[in-house]
Structures are given as structure tokens and as C-alpha cells.
């Protein structure tokens, strides 16, 4: 039985939901939700038709500012993001200071909350409309070099530096796989598979990482310093780390002779802990929307490079096997965007613990949209309660006594 006064703090009746399963943390205007309907809608439009018809700027813009750009707002939020894209100088040298073996979500972190060094007017939370809107125009033209550096110090390689006349996804491409006296040819397919990944990846409602960029910059911390928390929050195995997980158990498989059944068998097993990742989601009940969307552009990617690589074969052959099992499909246990976007990054030669910053890049203007949304509302700092189980009143006991 609950004890009501046990739950009851100082200012009332304390609810407990571990995970906040079913607790609102806020109102918001961003992104619709519906997982037994497979509905995604970002500001009101579905998922599916921003992927087939949007891009990943206007995108974000959209999240950001609450509607879709007119031809000239495009333009110029465009023109401004393709100008800030230099970073400082001196960000190098904290870069260079990063053992290459240092995982790349560290790295990025740590560069983008060091913007807060860099532009100390962000530490002010009476910023104006027009400076926020700058630190969010830095944000987005900074961290795609930011990631691709990361990159490149991991590798040990030189870094890049940005090509501002190629768009957003090309001159990320560029600045992560060309060597800097190297003329790069952006891949228009792989360059709109990308974009089309970042679109799906762009906001989430109240995930673990926006609610974490939410809660820090309720203290009023800076945008910056927020958003280095969010990426944080996704670095972890529970959230963005899935989709490296994926690729991790498609490699296992494949090292134990490549049996997919075998695997298949495992993860029915109620007494085999094995669980088939990228399938199955918490929300998605009937299927994954941005699922959808991607596997199609996986087709297009490995078809447009010809790659041959059993760790794919592997990947369709499961994917087969367990849309037709019955185990799979009474449960409605269906591939989620994890399994895809993996697949993807894997075909374009990026290691996988560049997946999570690839996830991201493409959350980003979630983030910076939802960051914004609760500086809007005024909303007061996050501040949850807690139920205390610990010891009554105690005595301090001298050391020499215990
Ligand atoms: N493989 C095998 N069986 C599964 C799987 C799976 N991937 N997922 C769920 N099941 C089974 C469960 O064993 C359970 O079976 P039962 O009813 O016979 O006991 C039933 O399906 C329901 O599963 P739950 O764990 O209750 O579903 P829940 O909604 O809690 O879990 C989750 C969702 C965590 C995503 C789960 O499906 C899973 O672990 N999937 C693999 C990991 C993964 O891909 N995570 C990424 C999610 S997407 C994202 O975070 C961006």
C-alpha cells in the first residue's frame, strides 16, 4: 500500500515516476508525436514530406523559427550559417590537447562548450532576440566542423578547413574525408541520403538530451553550455549510442560464422538475454516512420557505391527473416531508424563512434529550437523533488568513536 505520508515532502504531495514515463515536463509547439500511429510532425508537417522535400537548413529553420523560410529568410539564414563556419584559431590548440583515442562526443563537447570562452557575451541571460539568434547561427555553422575535426583528430590527420561554397552536407562531407590539398567531388546521392538522415534525426520532443539541453539552460546558462550538455546526455548507449550498437552485433555475427538465424533463434529466447538491436522501439508501436524513409535511402546509398560487405549481407538477411517471423510481427517489433542510419554511416566509411556525433549534428536544431522555446515561456529553472528513504535524525560520531 502507498504510504501517503511518507510520500507527502514539505511543499505537498510528491509524485514518483522513474524515467518520467508519464510525467510532462513542459507544453510545447515543436514536434508531434504518435507512436501507435507512426505520426512524427515537426511544427506540423509529417516527417515524410520534409524528407522528400525539404532539406536539412530549411529544416531547421522550421524548428527553430516556427514556420517554413520565404525564398529570402532561406537565403540569408543560409548565407549567415555558410559564414560563421570558421572556428577560432586558438579551438585548435584545445584540440590538439585531445589523446587521438579520445571518443569523438568528448571532443565535441568540449569544443562547443568552449564557445563560451570564445563569445563570453552568451554567459549574459538578458541576450537579446538578434544575439541569440547569432550564438544560434554559430552553433549551427560551427559544429559540423567541429564533428569533421574530431574526426580528423582521431585519424591523426590534419584538419580540414570549411569550403563555404559547397551546402551544409557537402562541405561537412569534405572537411571530414578530404585531405586538405585534395580536391573533393561531393557525391550528390550520399550528400541527400545524409541530409535526408540529419532531417529525421533533427528533433525528437522530450527526449533525453532536450530535455537535458531544457533543464540546464532553465538555470539560464548559456546556450552553448546547454547544448554541450545535451550532446552529453546523448553520448550514452541508451540514446544515440543504439545505432552503433547495431553495427557492433551485426560485426559479432558475422565473427561467429555469419549464422543470422542463429541470432534470429537468440533473440526469441526468453531465457537468452540477446535482444536483435536496431528492432523495436518504446514509442513506435506499428512502425518507425523515419524507418521508413531511411531504408530507402540505405538502398540508394549501397546501390549508388556498389558496396560489397557481409556485414550488410547480414544486416537484409536479418531484416528479412524477421519482418516474416511471427515472433517479430506479433509483437510489432519492427526496425528502427537506428538499424538503417547505422548501415549508412557504415557504407560511407564513417567508424562507429563517429555515429553518435553524426546523430548530433542532425539533432542539433531540436536542441537549439527547444532551448529557445523554453526561454520564450519563461519557464522556471528544472528543479524536480525526490522522495527521501534515507536515515532519521542522526548524531555526528566523533571519528576516533566509529
Ligand atoms: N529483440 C527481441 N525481442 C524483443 C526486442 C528485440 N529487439 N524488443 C522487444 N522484444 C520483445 C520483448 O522481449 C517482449 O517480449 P514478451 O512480450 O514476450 O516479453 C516484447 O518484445 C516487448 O518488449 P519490451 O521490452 O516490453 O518493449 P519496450 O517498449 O519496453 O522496449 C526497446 C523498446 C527498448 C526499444 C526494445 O524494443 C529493445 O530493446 N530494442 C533493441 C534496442 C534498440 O534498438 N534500441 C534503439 C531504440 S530507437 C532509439 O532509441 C532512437
Redesign the pocket.
Known amino acids: 500500500a502507498i504510504d501517503i505520508a511518507k510520500l507527502r515532502g514539505q511543499s505537498g504531495l510528491i509524485t514518483i515516476d522513474p524515467g518520467y514515463k508519464n510525467t510532462g515536463s513542459t507544453k510545447s509547439a515543436i514536434t508531434f508525436l504518435d507512436g501507435e500511429e507512426g505520426i512524427l510532425r515537426y511544427r506540423g508537417y509529417n516527417i515524410e514530406d520534409l524528407a522528400e522535400n525539404s532539406n536539412f537548413l530549411e529544416v531547421s529553420y522550421l524548428l527553430i523559427n516556427g514556420e517554413l523560410p520565404t525564398t529570402s529568410q532561406y537565403k540569408t539564414f543560409s548565407h549567415r550559417i555558410t559564414k560563421h563556419t570558421l572556428v577560432h584559431e586558438d579551438i585548435k590548440k584545445i584540440l590538439d590537447g585531445f589523446p587521438s583515442v579520445a571518443h569523438p562526443m568528448g571532443v565535441l563537447s568540449s569544443l562547443i562548450c568552449s564557445l563560451t570562452a570564445f563569445y563570453p557575451n552568451s554567459l549574459d541571460p538578458n541576450n537579446t532576440d538578434e544575439e541569440i539568434q547569432l550564438s544560434i547561427v554559430r552553433l549551427m555553422a560551427k559544429m559540423p566542423t567541429f564533428a569533421a575535426w574530431a574526426y580528423k583528430n582521431k585519424m591523426g590527420h590534419p584538419v580540414n578547413y570549411p569550403d563555404n561554397n559547397l551546402d551544409y552536407c557537402g562541405n561537412f562531407m569534405k572537411m571530414m574525408f578530404a585531405l586538405p590539398s585534395e580536391k573533393y567531388e561531393v557525391d550528390p546521392v550520399i550528400s541527400r541520403a545524409l541530409d535526408k538522415l540529419l532531417i529525421l534525426h533533427a528533433d525528437h520532443e522530450q527526449n533525453c538530451s532536450t530535455s537535458t539541453v531544457r533543464i540546464v539552460g532553465s538555470s539560464q546558462a548559456s546556450i552553448y553550455a546547454s547544448i554541450s550538455a545535451g550532446i552529453n546526455a546523448l553520448w550514452g548507449p541508451l ?1 544515440g549510442g ?1 545505432n552503433q ?2 553495427i557492433e552485433m551485426l560485426e559479432a555475427i558475422k565473427n561467429d560464422g555469419g549464422d543470422s538465424k542463429k541470432y534470429l533463434e537468440k ?2 529466447d ?1 531465457n537468452d538475454p540477446f ?8 514509442v513506435y508501436k506499428n512502425f518507425d516512420p523515419r524507418a521508413k524513409i531511411i531504408k530507402k535511402a540505405a538502398d540508394d546509398v549501397l546501390d549508388k557505391l556498389g558496396i560489397d560487405d557481409a556485414v550488410l549481407d547480414i544486416a537484409k538477411e536479418l531484416e528479412t527473416a524477421a519482418l516474416n517471423d511471427p515472433y517479430f510481427v506479433e ?1 510489432k ?1 519492427y526496425p ?4 538503417y542510419s547505422g548501415i549508412i554511416y557504415r557504407a560511407l566509411g564513417i567508424p562507429t563512434d563517429m555515429f553518435t556525433v553524426m546523430f548530433a549534428l542532425g539533432r542539433l536544431p531540436g536542441w537549439v529550437a527547444q532551448w529557445k522555446e523554453m526561454r520564450e515561456n519563461n519557464e522556471p529553472i528544472g528543479r524536480p523533488r525526490q522522495v527521501y528513504v534515507g536515515s532519521t535524525e542522526r548524531a555526528y560520531v566523533p571519528m576516533e568513536n566509529r
Open positions: 540514446h543504439a550498437s547495431v533473440a526469441k526468453k535482444r536483435l538491436m536496431g528492432f523495436g522501439h518504446r509483437r517489433l528502427n531508424v537506428d538499424f
